[in-house]
């Protein structure tokens, strides 16, 4: 394959980093114990509608589209350099920034959620890093450990990755995918509800199958041209898959689950709905996505490029600025959901100026040390 730069892909990677700093910043104005240490009282209906329907879209399918862009570079990348640089320069990109907000910033931030009641020393020995039942965990970090890990794997088996050049998926093989998706993710839930972490919020088992297979189907979409080969309609028939679950979602919870929670779990007719709606829209936009990006993103500016660059960082900060609007906006009289889209579009905003700035102070200070070491 040609050497060249994915512009649709790196777009499409800005999008879906908006849509996780929308989703986090909208967490505080629903009316349900989503581990979000900030929640806004008196939540009106329309919000659990609103925002549950977004909430339960973003959780189908945002991460496992993630996992597929990651895995679809993977490949482009070993094409430039060889294994071993490769993993060094990921591991540093993904391990530093873990390190640092596990054992350095969580702490701290943790500690100031907690009201500050007592010392920050008793804090961090006796609740943070307590290793029975203390607070620990990745955080949003999670995905880069887990994305560590899956790139070792891939690139370990990259020369054995492949399919015939001249294969590209079918409806029959699409659907195979949903499929397998849908029957091995409702036999984990029978076991693992959602919602819950292995220790450290290391990984959410209940979404495991559909990280792995999307992250491999990512790998296999570069080494075999698919989004080149995979025709604009069909894309068109998934995206309209899709959007018809969505519109669904809620006749599915009154009418199916009969008001029932939508993160269905067990041995239940309720949990194959809820897993089979989630694997439907997953696939549906993890095949619309990419092909409607590249019909009309593929392209780029000076603005796309710093954003495109900056898109790791805001995952990275973003709750650093979205946790802070909500305490303000806390005292504000403003609708609930008019709050969650305010402070989504200044949370966004604002993540990514940071980071922009970051990278601009950064590059201006090597320029200058590299100028005084010329004179």
Same mark, same amino acid.
């Given at each position: 394959?040609?050497?060249?730069? $994915?512009?649709?892909?790196?777009?499409?990677?800005?999008?879906?980093?908006?849509?996780?700093?929308? +989703?986090?910043?909208?967490?505080?104005?629903?009316?349900? +114990? +989503?581990?979000?240490?900030?929640?806004?009282?008196?939540?009106?209906?329309?919000?659990?509608?609103?925002?549950?329907?977004?909430?339960?879209?973003?959780?189908?399918?945002? &991460?496992?589209?993630?996992?597929?862009?990651?895995?679809?570079?993977?490949?482009?990348?070993?094409?430039?350099?060889?294994?071993?640089?490769?993993?060094?320069?990921?591991?540093?990109?993904?391990?530093?920034?873990?390190?640092?907000?596990?054992?350095?910033?969580?702490?701290?931030?943790?500690?100031?959620?907690?009201?500050?009641?007592?010392?920050?020393?008793?804090?961090?020995?006796?609740?943070?890093?307590?290793?029975?039942?203390?607070?620990?965990?990745?955080?949003?970090?999670?995905?880069?450990?887990?994305?560590?890990?899956?790139?070792?794997?891939?690139?370990?088996?990259?020369?054995?990755?492949?399919?015939?050049?001249? $294969?590209?998926?079918?409806?029959?093989?699409?659907?195979?995918?949903?499929?397998?998706?849908?029957?091995?993710?409702?036999?984990?839930?029978?076991?693992?509800?959602?919602?819950?972490?292995?220790?450290?919020?290391?990984?959410?088992?209940?979404?495991?199958?559909?990280?792995?297979?999307?992250?491999?189907?990512?790998?296999?979409?570069?080494?075999?041209?698919?989004?080149?080969?995979?025709?604009?309609?069909?894309?068109?028939?998934?995206?309209?898959?899709?959007?018809? &679950?969505?519109?669904?979602?809620?006749?599915?919870?009154?009418?199916?689950?009969?008001?029932?929670?939508?993160?269905?779990?067990?041995?239940?007719?309720?949990?194959? $709905?809820?897993?089979?709606?989630?694997?439907?829209?997953?696939?549906? $936009? #993890?095949?619309?996505?990419?092909?409607?990006?590249?019909?009309?993103?593929?392209?780029?500016?000076?603005?796309?490029?710093? #954003?495109?660059?900056?898109? /790791?960082?805001?995952?990275?900060?973003?709750? /650093?600025?979205?946790?802070?609007?909500?305490?303000?906006?806390?005292?504000?009289?403003?609708?609930?959901?008019?709050?969650?889209?305010?402070?989504?579009?200044?949370?966004?905003?604002?993540?990514?100026?940071?980071?922009?700035?970051?990278?601009?102070?950064?590059?201006?200070?090597?320029?200058?040390?590299?100028?005084?070491?010329?004179?």
């Amino acid at each position: 394959m040609e050497q060249k730069r $994915f512009y649709y892909m790196d777009n499409l990677k800005i999008a879906l980093t908006c849509l996780v700093v929308a +989703n986090h910043a909208s967490q505080a104005y629903v009316d349900q +114990n +989503n581990g979000w240490p900030i929640h806004q009282d008196q939540i009106p209906p329309i919000n659990q509608v609103v925002l549950g329907v977004f909430h339960s879209t973003n959780a189908a399918f945002f &991460m496992a589209i993630f996992f597929m862009i990651a895995g679809f570079f993977i490949p482009a990348a070993l094409e430039k350099k060889d294994a071993k640089s490769y993993l060094i320069s990921r591991t540093i990109k993904l391990l530093v920034p873990t390190l640092i907000l596990t054992l350095l910033i969580f702490p701290i931030l943790g500690y100031g959620l907690s009201g500050g009641e007592g010392s920050f020393t008793d804090f961090v020995t006796y609740r943070y890093f307590n290793l029975v039942d203390g607070e620990i965990n990745f955080g949003q970090t999670w995905f880069c450990v887990v994305l560590l890990l899956f790139t070792y794997l891939a690139t370990l088996l990259n020369k054995r990755i492949q399919i015939k050049n001249s $294969f590209v998926p079918k409806y029959t093989h699409i659907l195979v995918i949903v499929g397998v998706v849908t029957v091995f993710t409702f036999l984990i839930r029978i076991v693992v509800p959602t919602g819950y972490w292995l220790p450290l919020h290391f990984m959410e088992p209940a979404r495991i199958v559909t990280n792995v297979i999307f992250f491999a189907l990512g790998v296999l979409a570069y080494k075999n041209n698919w989004f080149e080969k995979l025709k604009f309609r069909t894309g068109v028939t998934w995206g309209i898959i899709a959007i018809v &679950m969505i519109i669904l979602n809620q006749p599915i919870v009154v009418w199916i689950l009969k008001n029932t929670d939508f993160y269905g779990n067990g041995m239940t007719l309720n949990s194959l $709905f809820v897993v089979l709606w989630e694997t439907l829209v997953c696939i549906g $936009f #993890c095949i619309s996505l990419p092909l409607f990006f590249k019909r009309w993103f593929d392209t780029t500016t000076p603005i796309l490029k710093r #954003c495109g660059k900056a898109s /790791f960082g805001v995952y990275l900060i973003h709750p /650093f600025i979205a946790i802070p609007l909500q305490v303000i906006f806390q005292s504000i009289e403003l609708h609930a959901l008019l709050k969650a889209v305010v402070v989504s579009i200044l949370s966004i905003f604002i993540s990514y100026l940071m980071i922009i700035l970051y990278h601009v102070g950064m590059k201006s200070c090597s320029n200058i040390l590299s100028r005084l070491n010329k004179s």
